[in-house]
């Protein structure tokens, strides 16, 4: 069984670049959520995917945007990007069955370091 | 909105002995799920304890235990017999019975002193 796979572990653009980051599921896993985590601080989230579609997002700004795969693999892009965009992006899988959606047990990647000079 | 707080940015133990690390959180709701998260400099987010809101007895999972008082809003991680392998950041993570994402703590820097 693989776990989540996040590429690439680090990253630097410049202010205002955009860039894409990726996350291969855990086999068997159809949702994946993305979080941000600052230095120093605990992950925020930015948005969850299932079915291919958004299906929740925190207080993040519109040029924070997703796609997932028909394979459930998952990108984060982020347009525009500021200085305080620089932190560690985890993406985490999980699977779901139809209907109300009730916890599971979640697998998170090691995450993409990305610093915005 | 949920909140969860850990007010010790840092904790140190001496290997084989007992750590107690705090966390409490604000919530209005009735059922939900409360977590420990391990963060070593891999970076991935391990999962340590899970607890249930409804249910009473506090989860264990051998060296790890919680101390999980509802009515107080607080939720206590126990690390018994401390190993150098336990030292990392740990988080305490808050999720909806029926939610989409873990609202998470600050977190607590656990060093272990050999």
């Known amino acids: 069984e693989t776990g989540v796979t996040q590429s690439p572990t680090h990253l630097i653009k410049t202010r205002g670049q955009q860039v894409t980051l990726r996350c291969s599921s855990q086999s068997g896993h159809n949702t994946v959520s993305w979080y941000q985590q600052a230095l120093g601080q605990g992950p925020q989230f930015i948005f969850q995917y299932y079915r291919e579609e958004e299906n929740g997002r925190g207080n993040f700004p519109p040029r924070f945007s997703g796609l997932q795969f028909p394979n459930y693999s998952s990108e984060l892009n982020v347009n525009a990007l500021e200085l305080d965009d620089s932190a560690l992006y985890l993406c985490?899988?999980?699977?779901f069955g139809t209907g109300v959606i009730r916890y599971s047990g979640y697998t998170f990647g090691s995450g993409t370091r990305l610093t915005v000079v | 909105a949920q909140t969860v707080t850990q007010s010790q940015p840092e904790m140190s133990v001496q290997e084989a002995e007992t750590v107690t690390l705090s966390c409490t959180y604000d919530t209005s709701e009735s059922d939900y799920y409360l977590f420990w998260y391990k963060q070593p400099p891999s970076r991935q987010m391990i999962l340590v304890i899970r607890q249930e809101a409804y249910k009473q007895q506090n989860a264990t999972e051998n060296r790890f235990s919680v101390n999980f008082q509802k009515a107080a809003k607080s939720f206590s991680l126990k690390i018994s017999d401390s190993q150098l392998g336990d030292a990392a950041m740990y988080f305490c993570a808050y999720r909806s019975d029926y939610g989409q994402n873990f609202v998470f703590g600050p977190g607590t820097r656990l060093s272990v002193l050999p």
């Open positions: 985490a899988s999980s699977s």
